[in-house]
């Protein structure tokens, strides 16, 4: 099984900027995409952004041109660089992967997901 760690949650102010890191381990697995979502209460979990084997980013709209996803693909692990923070940005953070196991089974794996808030 994959497990994803997260990490970088936490308390900034409007204009501030945070960035959160994700890692992915627990066994034989290759992965493919690997991206991040968010969902704030009373709202649906949202696509933030997805980075794929070929280090191709797709964003959002509403984070395009302020937060940056990157990869390090030997280590599997991604990040989320935030910058230009929002009140509306407050959410729970999750990270996600799409994974390989053997020649037959493609899956989906999830973190926890970290808090990030923005206050005024």
């Known amino acids: 099984q994959v497990h994803l760690v997260e990490s970088g949650g936490g308390l900034v102010q409007a204009g501030g900027s945070l960035t959160l890191s994700c890692a992915a381990s627990?066994?034989?697995?290759?992965?493919?995409?690997m991206g991040w979502y968010r969902q704030a209460p009373g709202k649906q979990r949202e696509l933030v952004a997805t980075i794929s084997s070929t280090h191709t980013a797709n964003y959002a709209d509403s984070v395009k041109d302020r937060f940056t996803i990157t990869r390090d693909t030997a280590k599997n692990t991604v990040d989320l660089q935030m910058n230009s923070l929002k009140p509306e940005d407050t959410a729970v953070y999750y990270c996600?992967?799409?994974?390989?196991?053997?020649?037959?089974?493609?899956?989906?794996?999830w973190g926890q997901g970290t808090l990030v808030t923005v206050s005024s």
């Open positions: 996600k992967t799409t994974y390989s196991h053997g020649p037959y089974l493609t899956l989906d794996a």
């Open positions: 627990g066994g034989t697995f290759r992965i493919n995409a």
